[in-house]
């Protein structure tokens, strides 16, 4: 079986065979085309320039300094007198720079070992927690060194006004009793009691009797010893039961502050009776205790004797 080619075709073929061959023609110049400029022989390296330094004629570090070329005529007339020679002119050579040149410094590089990095690093973590331990460890004491003035300072204006109250309070007392004191003595002094009369007999029975007072320990101070007791006696011939609260230190001293007349468990008010058993309370002593400022009370039981 043939293929039959249209007229169109057989020209497109012809135009495309046509064009093929000019193509193959142009590529297979362009590939000869560098033979025409090839130097045969090839050229080779460049030559080194020498200077022979010949000195009747050089001078100066200039290489390739054209040289000089001047024509003497054919004939020379020589003068009669002949110029005296002059001195050649020294050519001094080129003297080498005096200073030496500095070789160019490199960076130095230096390792350091990874452990000795990390001992280093742990040290001044060690160094600064101990500088932030002791500023902390500072600050604490500071505050609580204002913490305990602080509360010395409240401590001792409490007391301050404990003793100014109780002070008050002693005086009011000591003025309502002698309000409702019964002695009326024929002294001068205004002050409750018998002052004894002016005019009375020296061989007097009454003259003698006094008012003992016992006292005996109760409350807190129950299981503290007792060092020193003075006995009381009181010259107002009055009986009566008496109860003073008071307070204790640790060594065993009385607070004279806090030594006062208490009505629970007296049977009188009498500001005799009051103040004496008070002077003699202030004089009581006890023995050392673990307690600081323990509390309690003494009753004075008062007789005629």
């Known amino acids: 079986m043939t293929d039959t080619l249209t007229i169109r075709e057989q020209e497109n073929k012809r135009k495309g065979q046509l064009a093929g061959g000019i193509m193959f023609i142009l590529l297979v110049l362009l590939l000869l085309l560098p033979l025409f400029w090839y130097q045969n022989p090839p050229p080779?390296?460049?030559?080194?320039?020498?200077?022979l330094g010949i000195p009747d004629i050089g001078m100066g570090e200039e290489l390739n300094a054209p040289m000089a070329t001047t024509t003497q005529p054919a004939e020379t007339s020589i003068p009669e007198t002949q110029p005296e020679p002059q001195p050649e002119p020294e050519v001094t050579p080129p003297t080498k720079s005096a200073t030496t040149p500095t070789p160019p410094t490199r960076d130095v590089v230096t390792t350091e070992d990874p452990n000795a990095i990390a001992i280093q690093k742990k040290k001044q973590q060690e160094a600064a927690d101990a500088k932030a331990k002791a500023d902390a460890d500072r600050k604490a004491s500071e505050a609580e060194a204002e913490r305990k003035r602080q509360a010395d300072a409240a401590a001792a204006e409490a007391e301050a006004k404990r003793k100014a109250q109780q002070a008050a309070a002693a005086a009011t007392k000591d003025q309502v009793g002698g309000l409702f004191s019964s002695g009326g003595g024929g002294g001068t002094t205004n002050k409750p009691g018998d002052g004894g009369a002016v005019d009375g007999s020296p061989n007097s029975s009454a003259i003698g009797s006094k008012s003992f007072g016992s006292g005996t320990i109760g409350g807190g101070l129950g299981n503290r010893g007792v060092?020193?007791?003075p006995q009381l006696v009181e010259n107002s011939q009055k009986t009566g039961v008496v109860v003073i609260s008071l307070c204790v230190s640790a060594d065993g001293k009385v607070d004279p502050s806090s030594v006062k007349f208490t009505q629970r468990g007296s049977t009188t008010t009498d500001s005799q009776l009051v103040n004496a058993a008070i002077r003699n309370a202030?004089?009581?002593?006890?023995?050392?205790?673990?307690?600081?400022n323990q509390c309690g009370t003494i009753t004075y039981n008062f007789k005629v004797q």
């Open 282 to 292: 202030k004089q009581w002593g006890f023995t050392r205790g673990n307690v600081d």
């Open 227 to 229: 060092s020193s007791s």
């Open 44 to 51: 080779g390296q460049e030559g080194i320039q020498v200077n």
